[in-house]
């Protein structure tokens, strides 16, 4: 069963921290990984890939993967109240597979 | 279209009635995805296509639920005789090509509630 997990939080931080996103995955063999953002009632928008071991940046948001721990994160620096939302994390297990796995999803609180 | 396009956004039916979801993806973007999402539930993954056929249906729940794609563009999601428990938002996903590091991008998705 090729599984990805996420803690469901909700996990509250104030505004200008650091918000931290944790996701572990099943299948040692994984390929890629996304990190999705979803606000109540609206669908997934896509904020960071991840395919290499290390961190990757874009603006405020980095992603860490560590693929012999099967662990990846995504930091938000400088957090907003527009960053409140549910993360979704996703993996694509396999070359051969094109579907992605995902993570039930953090939800995320921004506190003013 | 600038972004993934599905129709309805919402559809309340009766138990034991079809229906069928639209999806148009992203202009150029030849791999499509149908994904469900239910209260409480993360995003499950229902079927995929490249071009016009469907090289995993794996995660269709049961054979009342089908999908056709036609011209590598619009697809259409047909739920046959509708069950309470398929009641949930239904994401239709479209990327570049069929490359696994292509991100997927999302429609607004089709609320289905079935009474």
């Known amino acids: 069963q090729k599984e990805v997990e996420q803690n469901s939080g909700p996990l509250s931080v104030p505004e200008g921290a650091i918000a931290s996103l944790n996701c572990t995955y099943s299948?040692?063999?994984?390929?890629?990984f996304f990190w999705y953002r979803q606000y109540s009632g609206k669908s997934p928008e896509l904020i960071m890939s991840?395919?290499?071991?290390g961190d990757k940046e874009d603006g405020r948001f980095t992603a860490q993967l560590n693929k012999a721990s099967q662990y990846v994160s995504l930091l938000i620096r400088d957090s907003q109240p527009s960053d409140s939302a549910t993360y979704l994390c996703a993996a694509r297990f396999g070359a051969g597979s094109y579907q992605l796995t995902f993570g039930k999803g953090t939800k995320l609180s921004v506190i003013p | 279209g600038a972004g993934v396009s599905q129709s309805p956004s919402n559809k309340v039916t009766e138990k034991g009635k079809d229906v069928e979801l639209r999806c148009d993806p992203i202009s150029g973007h030849t791999a499509l995805y149908w994904y469900r999402q239910s209260l409480g539930q993360g995003l499950e993954f229902l079927i995929y296509?490249?071009?016009?056929?469907?090289?995993?249906k794996s995660g269709l729940p049961s054979d009342r639920f089908s999908a056709e794609r036609t011209g590598g563009s619009v697809s259409t999601l047909t739920i046959q005789r509708t069950q309470q428990e398929d009641s949930a938002v239904y994401l239709c996903?479209?990327?570049?090509?069929?490359?696994?590091?292509?991100?997927?991008?999302f429609g607004d998705g089709t609320r289905l509630s079935i009474l």
């Open positions: 996903a479209s990327s570049r090509r069929r490359d696994g590091n292509q991100p997927q991008h």
């Open positions: 991840i395919y290499s071991n």
């Open positions: 299948d040692r063999v994984s390929q890629s």
């Open positions: 296509f490249q071009g016009n056929s469907a090289p995993d």
